[in-house]
């Protein structure tokens, strides 16, 4: 079965602390994406990375970065030197590509509430 | 428009009636998808339409809901006889995404429609 596991409920952290979101993932198929998306209060899902099973390559962008380990079954999210703005909820989610067309029927973690203090 | 836009914003209704719940993706985006953010089940996937056809409808809870897509662009969910169990955020997404692409392309989310049936 497909699972997304985010066990961090909340997170609260002084700002400039860095933070590591923790994502593991279960699923049958040997091509699936990972995503992680962003839910500020205003409501909308914004997106944040793509990942595709057969690239385990870190990823950094600006204070974010990304390590993916297939051998563990996780893709965690760690921002360095946390700002007030990135209080938000964070989603990670999965999409397997077995699915006709590879559309994005994209099952999500229960998020984690990461919560940034002056 | 330059976002992905939901109407109505929130809506409260009783117990057994319908309501429907309007959403315009961004100008040119093939995909459209619906998904539901409850405090019991987190996001879940509802619809998936490509156009104004719908391969997977696999994530509606009942035959209570429908949704339809017109002219390739505005699409509404209906719920008919509202249940209390009813009562989540109902998200909206669309996708730029040629028939046949198999990418898993990332998804630009409206800020929902708050439902609430008393």
């Known amino acids: 079965a497909q699972k997304v596991t985010q066990a961090q409920t909340e997170i609260s952290v002084v700002e400039k602390e860095d933070v590591t979101l923790d994502c593991v993932y279960e699923?049958?198929?040997?091509?699936?994406?990972l995503f992680w998306y962003k839910q500020p209060p205003s409501g909308e899902l914004v997106f944040l990375i793509r990942?595709?099973?057969?690239?385990?390559q870190n990823e950094i962008s600006g204070r974010y970065s990304w390590n993916f380990q297939k051998s563990t079954s996780s893709f965690n999210f760690t921002i360095t030197a946390s700002q007030v703005v990135d209080s938000a909820v964070y989603f990670c989610a999965l999409s397997e590509a077995r699915l006709s067309g590879g559309y994005n029927k994209l099952i999500f973690g229960a998020g984690t509430r990461l919560a940034v203090h002056p | 428009g330059a976002g992905v836009s939901q109407s109505p914003s929130n809506k409260v209704t009783e117990k057994g009636k319908d309501v429907e719940l309007r959403c315009d993706p961004i100008?040119?985006?093939?995909?459209l998808y619906w998904y539901r953010q409850s405090l019991g089940q987190g996001l879940e996937f509802l619809i998936y339409f490509q156009g104004n056809s719908a391969p997977d409808k696999s994530g509606l809870p009942s035959d209570r809901f429908s949704a339809e897509r017109t002219g390739g662009s505005v699409s509404t969910l209906t719920i008919q006889r509202t249940q209390q169990e009813d009562s989540a955020v109902y998200l909206c997404?669309?996708?730029?995404?040629?028939?046949?692409?198999?990418?898993?392309?990332?998804?630009?989310f409206g800020s929902g429609t708050q439902l609430s049936v008393l």
């Open positions: 100008s040119g985006h093939t995909a």
């Open positions: 699923t049958r198929d040997t091509t699936y994406y």
């Open positions: 997404a669309s996708s730029q995404r040629d028939r046949g692409r198999r990418t898993n392309e990332k998804l630009f």
């Open positions: 990942r595709n099973s057969f690239d385990e």
